[in-house]
């Protein structure tokens, strides 16, 4: 399964834009169980977005289970994701 590439829709908020996009490629594989996602600030650059955006996205895929962060660590992609 292959990820379209991001492009969010006017209408959608931008951080569940993000997060749709980051579950998206968990579900198709290109993030896989306990690959450590890089940091925060590195992912709002890679996806043009500000940092508060990016943490509010992040704070969504660990509300759905899909990533998990250990302090200290890092966060990483859940084992066995809910979605």
Do not use: C, N
């Amino acid at each position: 399964m292959q990820v379209p590439e991001f492009a969010p829709q006017p209408s959608q908020v931008l951080y569940v834009a993000v997060a749709d996009h980051v579950a998206a490629r968990i579900a198709a594989g290109d993030l896989k169980p306990g690959v450590r996602l890089p940091a925060e600030r590195d992912l709002a650059v890679e996806y043009g977005t500000s940092y508060v955006t990016m943490r509010r996205a992040t704070s969504v895929l660990r509300e759905r289970g899909l990533i998990v962060t250990v302090h200290g660590r890092g966060t990483f992609v859940a084992e066995h994701p809910q979605e």
